[in-house]
Nanobody, 126 residues
Framework: QVQLVESGGGLVQAGGSLRLSCAAS????????MGWFRQAPGKERKFVAA????????YYADSVKGRFTISRDNAKNSVYLQMSSLKSEDTAVYFC???????????????????WGQGTQVTVSS
C-alpha cells in the first residue's frame, strides 16, 4: 500500500515556474515507477511524465518536453515535477501516481497505476 500526497500547486503567470512535490508513505517507494498526470476541467486525465524506480529513465508527454522535468529522491520517498515556461493550457489538477512495474510505454497509461494522490491545482494566468 502506498499513500501519495501532492503539494506545491498554485497560481502563476504565464512564462513562470512552479515545482510540484509528491510525498509517499511506505518503505517500498523505490520499487515503484512514478508518474504525473493532469486533468483540466471537463477533460480526461492525461499523462505528463514518468520516472523509473532508480530515476535513471524518464518519459514525457510531447506537450511538456523541454519545459517540465520529473525527478525523485528515494531517500526522501518523494517525486517532483519542475515546471517552467508555463502556459495557460497547463492549467489543471496535477496528480502523482505509482505503479509497481518497470518504466515503459505502459507508464504513459492511467490504467497502469495502482495508487493516486488527491491532486494539486495549478492555474496559469495569461
Amino acid at each position: 500500500q502506498v499513500q501519495l500526497v501532492e503539494s506545491g500547486g498554485g497560481l502563476v503567470q504565464a512564462g513562470g515556474s512552479l515545482r510540484l512535490s509528491c510525498a509517499a508513505s511506505g518503505r517500498t517507494f523505490s520499487s515503484y515507477t512514478m508518474g504525473w498526470f493532469r486533468q483540466a476541467p471537463g477533460k480526461e486525465r492525461k499523462f505528463v511524465a514518468a520516472i523509473s524506480r532508480s530515476g535513471g529513465s524518464t518519459y514525457y508527454a510531447d506537450s511538456v518536453k523541454g519545459r517540465f522535468t520529473i525527478s525523485r529522491d528515494n531517500a526522501k520517498n518523494s517525486v517532483y515535477l519542475q515546471m517552467s515556461s508555463l502556459k495557460s493550457e497547463d492549467t489543471a489538477v496535477y496528480f502523482c501516481a505509482a505503479h509497481p512495474g518497470p518504466i515503459g510505454i505502459a507508464s504513459m497509461t492511467r490504467m497502469s497505476y495502482d495508487y493516486w494522490g488527491q491532486g494539486t491545482q495549478v492555474t496559469v494566468s495569461s
